[in-house]
């Protein structure tokens, strides 16, 4: 099972999600390193766990209240592959999401206005810079998240489906309630997508609070999980994190 640190920016900094509860978001404390500067904990990421990728979760540009595009190019910059995940909602969000240091481009339900726009979603991202798009399907306690009711008004599987046909081969599934609250990863909806696209790379979030989490998802066959607050407190260390991009 692979493990994916997870950095949520806001306002400048790197800040510790709990349950999607934006406005209460406070600056990370880490034992990885002492400021919550963002690129100074990506750097941590990589120097002290040995990874090669990070998710970067810009809040503020899912919120539409602006955007870190420096700093994502400057964790870029370091190496690392970013997954980026920058409330894109159109062709041209995604393209720039791409130009802007994004090795993998996110595709939140959260955000997602029409699931036919996937194509020429995919389709901006590999001209901007040849990266790859994830469809990650947002949930709050098990309800699907979506920009518009044409998003919400369509079964997760179905959507999978859409973005399967777009070229999409790697899927994020969850549970925004979950973030941050140690209370273990839900599953569910991500054995009905496992059991719809067996061939599909998914993605857990939300939710892991240690090594037995990580065992459990790797025994139900997902590939890897998103995991910030276990990493921050030390719960996780670098034996249980790979080196794959």
Same mark, same amino acid.
């Given at each position: ?104 481009? /996110? ?5 997602? *206005?029409?699931?036919? =726009? %996937?194509? !020429?979603?995919? $389709?901006?991202?590999?001209? #901007? ?72 790379? /998914? ?5 892991? *609070?240690?090594?037995? =989490? %990580?065992? !459990?998802?790797? $025994?139900?066959?997902?590939? #890897? ?21």
């Amino acid at each position: 099972m692979r493990v994916v640190p997870v950095l949520d920016l806001k306002g400048g900094v790197a800040v510790h999600a709990v349950r999607g509860e934006r406005h209460r978001y406070a600056p990370v404390q880490s034992v990885l390193n002492p400021s919550a500067e963002p690129v100074a904990l990506a750097r941590a990421f990589q120097e002290r766990l040995g990874c090669d990728a990070c998710y970067v979760a810009d809040l503020d540009a899912i919120t539409g209240t602006g955007d870190h595009g420096p700093v994502i190019r400057e964790i870029a910059a370091l190496g690392l592959a970013v997954w980026l995940d920058a409330g894109v909602a159109t062709a041209d969000d995604a393209g720039r999401a791409a130009a802007g240091g994004a090795r993998r481009v /996110i595709l939140g339900t959260e955000t997602l *206005r029409d699931a036919r =726009d %996937l194509p !020429a979603m995919v $389709a901006a991202a590999r001209s #901007a810079s040849g990266a790859d798009c994830i469809l990650s399907l947002d949930h709050r306690e098990g309800r699907l998240l979506g920009g518009s009711p044409a998003v919400t008004g369509v079964p997760a599987t179905d959507l999978a489906t859409l973005a399967w046909t777009a070229g999409i081969r790697s899927f994020i599934v969850l549970d925004l309630a979950r973030v941050g609250a140690r209370s273990g990863p839900e599953t569910e909806p991500a054995r009905k997508l496992r059991a719809h696209l067996p061939e599909a790379e /998914i993605v857990l979030g939300g939710g892991v *609070r240690g090594r037995d =989490d %990580l065992h !459990a998802l790797a $025994a139900g066959g997902y590939q #890897a999980a998103l995991v910030g607050t276990a990493l921050h407190t030390g719960v996780l260390g670098p034996a249980d994190l790979s080196r794959r991009s």
